[in-house]
């Protein structure tokens, strides 16, 4: 399924990138292995890859940020880009502070300014990159949960309506505003696991996606939620 996925996403990304595009992306495994199988047909030039958001330390199951950006921009002949900074910070002054450092500025405005968005999303558990990184643990988790969680869209955590469910959190976050992702204009998301259907759910409903691949079995628990 992954395979095939893969191939379709490259009939999409040949006919929809241009020289000079800057294509931006969400790490994880399923990213990783679309990248690891970009076959890409066009004599493309300065094309730029960069994340969508900061990356993981301290993680045992690798989320391959620097390998997509490098896989990305092989397949188009491109310059690799990566955000040196953690996806969460331990306050929001922190976060402002880091936001008026020039290097930082020009790496946020690049993803900000992306033609073209490739993307997962992130399940309510703790398989979610975040728990797994350390940079939030069961009790945040917990709150987490009471507070609406369905899944994550670019670190951002998001409730059934595709609203932000905790402010606090969200205000730590070093990643592209959710306004911003929304104004990306070729938007692509790729599911492969059932356990993200809800929060799947609720970025369909927001608009943030405009070709969607994704697997059967999550297909169906959609199609199951739209029923009820």
Known sequence: MIDAMAREICQVLNEKVSSGNTIAFSWGNTLYHIS??????????DVKIIPLSGGMSNIQKNIYVSEISTNFAEA???????????VLVENSSIKESIY?????????DMGRQA???VFTVGNPGEDNAMFRSGFIDKNDLKR?????????????????????CDREYDDRTISISLNDMKKIPLKICVVYDVSKALILQSILKKGYIDYLFVDEATIHLLNLAKIK
């Open 144 to 164: 987490l949960k009471k507070s609406g969680l369905v899944g994550d869209l670019c670190a951002h955590f998001m409730d059934k309506d595709g609203e932000i």
């Open 76 to 86: 188009f002949h491109g310059t690799p880009y990566i955000i040196p900074l953690p």
């Open 36 to 45: 690891q199988q970009l076959k890409i047909d066009g004599d493309f030039k």
């Open 115 to 117: 033609d073209i968005a």
């Open 100 to 108: 008026t450092d020039s290097v930082v500025a020009n790496l946020l």
